[in-house]
């Protein structure tokens, strides 16, 4: 018996391809083969011989077997092996190619702002970009003689004749969207508006149309020192500067009162601007305590309800934290600029997950 | 607004430095826009004396001196022709810039001979054009700084210029008196006493000034005049003179430059006329309409109806409180002038400078509002300061109207100053600090000066008190949650798809662009738009004339930019708002998407391709559903013209509601914005999508079938103009609970099936839900969809 295993083990570990082992196979363990031949004359042998040489060809046919499976499998695997060594591509080719699409800085820099403020519970309110003059300036006690409607470089649309209405305005800030939201909405409110402004300048450092962001919050009780918090908080999640410090000036602007230019802190190493270091101050924002007519106009009782309101430029924004040089280029459409300044599809600002990669 | 700070000592007794002064003019409100201090860019001059001066060796107009300065004896080289022994000079050694020729000094040898510095003239130092020859100083020693002595004996000199921007409620604050209250009120000094004056006259004054009835309201308040005989005008002296050039402003005859010095000392506008041009008595009436007058700039202005003007028997003469006439102007040979200081309405100068476009000080400072109370005391100082420059003989006053009366209090709550500002002061610094500003406090009421128009309520009151006292002083508190626990979220539908709809685009692989939202009159016109509703009045170019109807002009225009640019494969979209018209509710929410070139670079898959309409449908449905646009609709073709008549879709719900459009752009179109093809387009419009009906955030139960589902597959043969999607919903339709999905998996156009007509080959998916579906099931629901595609198309089984 032996003997016989040697012979097929040797024979199945020496067979160079498939059909050899099969015919091992057929030799061996086949219905004809050398092993079922024996097996079959087990029925000839007493009880005592059987129960010995049974178990001990059963055992052969499986050794057998598993050796023909285990070749079976070896040559499978070298037959691959062979292959595969013959399947070579030039791996450095380009790849098909595929688009990468990218979201503007002002979509981007403005979802930013709106996550910031929702945290502090501020929804966000939008507008018409062409308004009323008495929502653009009126209702912000600019009354039609005052010197702020004629500094603000207007855009108006045309009148038809016949038709005596004062004619509308592009928007020159988004202060109409905190009236009418006020008058849909009253008080206690907390919202942004954040949106397209126009002003008729074209320069270095102005365009037509650029991106405004409003706050506005009217509760009973809210003081600038609130005001001062909540920019301090702003600034330092957005600018990603833990402490970053402001400096409120004492300024004018008629829709707030009192009222305060913000200024930002910041240096400037070798020509680059840092914000959140240094000496220097920066401004950055207009801020205030809304003022008792404006309150009014959008419905609210001054007697009962304060607060107050801020407005800063999103492009501005954008320029400041991202490092973007040119104002104008964020409105050429410029596919090496939006490529380059532009943000990836899933690159949504969170507060969990940071406003920035 | 500027003044230099020597003008600003007239009125503050002051020991602060210059920036001391500009950081609290800042921080006060008064933004501080420049300063220009020639003391420092004349810092490192000194002064020497010149022991010697020979002349030099090899150059006739040149010398050789040996100067004496603080660092010893020095040789420098000198052309001037005033060098010489003896005088005392300003030196620039070597190493120090010289600003009036920007060059910093060197050592160095002129025509052979070393010379080590140089003697510095006026001009060199940009202290007037002088350059006739180097400054000799009549006094000054060795190593003393040039600055110093410029201090102690020509302070005009080095007298700093400020530049601060004034906000237009803050006219006080536009005379230097104005801005030294600020600064006492601050703290940085006390307020010297104002000057006063009275000339008595020597008897009527010849001259009579009468105010129309109608223009009384709303016109001319005040108006006071005076006749000054037998004046000599000429030059003004030197002190007012540089005064007046540093702030800008041109010398010009000592009786204009007294109402200039007025203007800017205390915000004090006052006009002269050459009395012996004034014929007869003067008169302040409103214009009737189309008279004209030749103001003293020499532009000749024609007036509407209702103006406020000054007229003598001649006509117009002055436009009150803008600017006076060139006609009765004072020139050098003025000897009788006429005086006067008027208080006016401000709404109407305002409007009568906007409309006759005239920026003078004038206008600036009375439509911001000055002093009524002041009137009179400005004719008396005016007066008394013209005769000690010009001499002269004063006639009385002659008064018209009366000087209105502006008082008004207001409650101080200094509670409210803790509850607005968030900063805690004690009353007696708010009522001192008010008090400092010129308000009286009578009990707990704050009188408001007479030259602060601005402060018209309680809110003021606060402002005042917190600008004083320094909101730099403030400290931020926390504002606390509107409500408690985690923050709700915030963001409306439309907002969210706004989100959504730029995401999605941008993960297809768009570029997001922000294009103007006015465009040019053709391009607007090319999409519909263009209307004179839609037209901006005053554009600031013919590129930017028309609100956008569409996003698709601005984005194709982007694209031919880029093309310009070399850059030819692009995939643009922008996500905002389209104007149809010329109202605030006229305007919408649009997401526009533009493909223009090839899907990509050459390679070598040959995967690119020129894109095409099923790009952008692929791009447009996947937006849809990104939006939560229902699945089934309808695609029709009547979308406007600057779409491909026959190759665009309108994705709609109805023939009325139309979500998108996807498509070729009109060639014409693509013509006309010089956009070079293929292009392929798509809009959204998200407001259009309705909204979810369910609000729960459950899903409906996921019903997975185990028995396999069977595809069959059929072709067609159609006439040509058959749609695909009305015979896969024939071919659905066919058996609405088997027939799970129907996809069309190859069109064939002509070829054997001849002119006109097409097959269109679909795979059948049918899904048994009970039972393993039987042959003669399967050819069952077979034959149902071919009798339905007939029914529906006309169309037959292909053999």
Redesign the interface.
Known sequence: MDQLRDKYITAIANAADEAALEDLRVQAVGKKGEISLKMRELGRMTPEERQTAGPALNALKDEINSAIAAKRAALADAALDERLRGEWLDVT??A?????????P??QVT?EV?AIF???????A???????DW?NFDALNIPS????R??MDT??????EGDDRP??V?RTHTSPVQIRTMEAEGA?L?VICPG?VYR???DQTHT??F?QVEGL?I?R??????L?????EFFAAFFEIDGIKT????????FT?????VDIQCSWVDGQLRIGEGDDWMEVLGSG?V??KVLRAGGIDPDEW?GFAFGIGIDRLAMLKYGIPDLRA???????W??HY?????D?PTLHGGLSR | MKFTLSWLKDHLDTEASLDEITYAL????L?VEGVENPAARLSEFTIGKVVSAEKHPDADKLKVCQVQTDAGMSQIICGAPNAREGITVVIAKPGVHVPGIDTTIGVGKIRGVESHGMMASERELELSDEHEGIIELPSGEVGETFTDWLAANDPAKVDPVIEIAI????PDALGVRGIALDLAARGLGTMKPAQTAHVAGDGPCPITVTIDDDTRQDGCEVFAGRLIRGVKNGPSPQWLQDRLRAIGLRPISALVDVTNFFTFDRNRPLHVFDADKVQGNLRIHRTQGGETLTGLDEKDYTFDAGQVVISDDNGIESIGGIMGGLATGCTGETVNVFLEAAVWE??QI??TG?ALKINSDARYRN??GIDPAFNMEAVELATQMIIDLCGGTASDVTVAGEVPNVSRSYRLDPARV??????EIPEAEQRKTLESLGFKLEGDMAWVPSWRP?VQ?E??L??EV??IA???R??????P???IGV?K????PM?KRQ?VA?????????????????IDHTAAQLFGGGD??????????SE?SH?RPDLLP??LQ?AA??QA?G?ND????E???A?HG??????HLQVAGLLVGR???R???G??RPVDLFDAKADVEALLSALGAPAKTQVLRNGPGWWHPGRHGAICLGPKKQLAIFGEINPRVLSELDVKGPAVAFSVWPAEIPAARRKATTRPALELRDLQAVDRDFAFIVDADVEALTLVNAAAGADKTLIENVHVFDEFIGGSLGEGKKSIAITVRMQPTEKTLKEADIEAVGAKVVEKVQKATGGVLRG
């Open positions: 080719l380009p098909r190619h595929k688009r990468r699409g990218t979201v503007h002002v979509s979802e709106t929702a945290d502090m519970g501020f929804a966000v939008e507008g018409p970009r062409i308004d009323t929502y003689h005052h010197p702020a004629a500094e855009f108006y649309m045309h009148r038809a004619p509308h592009l206690p907390r397209g008729a300048d074209y037509p149309m991106h919050a509760d009780d809210i003081s600038m020192a609130n001062k918090w909540v920019l301090e400096r409120f000036r004492a300024s004018h602007f008629p009162e009192p009222s305060a230019e305590m003022h008792p304060q964020f409105f050429d459409s410029d596919l090496r939006l490529r532009g943000f990836a599809a899933l949504v | 800042t921080d006060l409100g933004e906000t237009p409620n803050r401000t709404v305002a409007m906007r439509e911001r803790q509850s607005l500002v968030g900063m601005d309520g809110a003021d606060v402002e917190a600008r320094s909101l730099t403030l400290e931020g508190k926390p504002l949650r509107a409500t923050p979220p915030i963001l409306s907002q989100q730029r995401r999605t685009a941008a993960a297809l692989g768009y570029n997001e662009c922000v294009s103007y939202t006015f004179d509703a839609t037209m901006l009045e005053n554009p600031i170019s930017m609100m601005g984005l982007a930019r880029n640019r850059l692009l995939a643009l979209f996500v905002g708002p104007f010329g109202e605030p509710d006229e305007q899907t990509g670079p390679d070598v898959h995967a690119s």
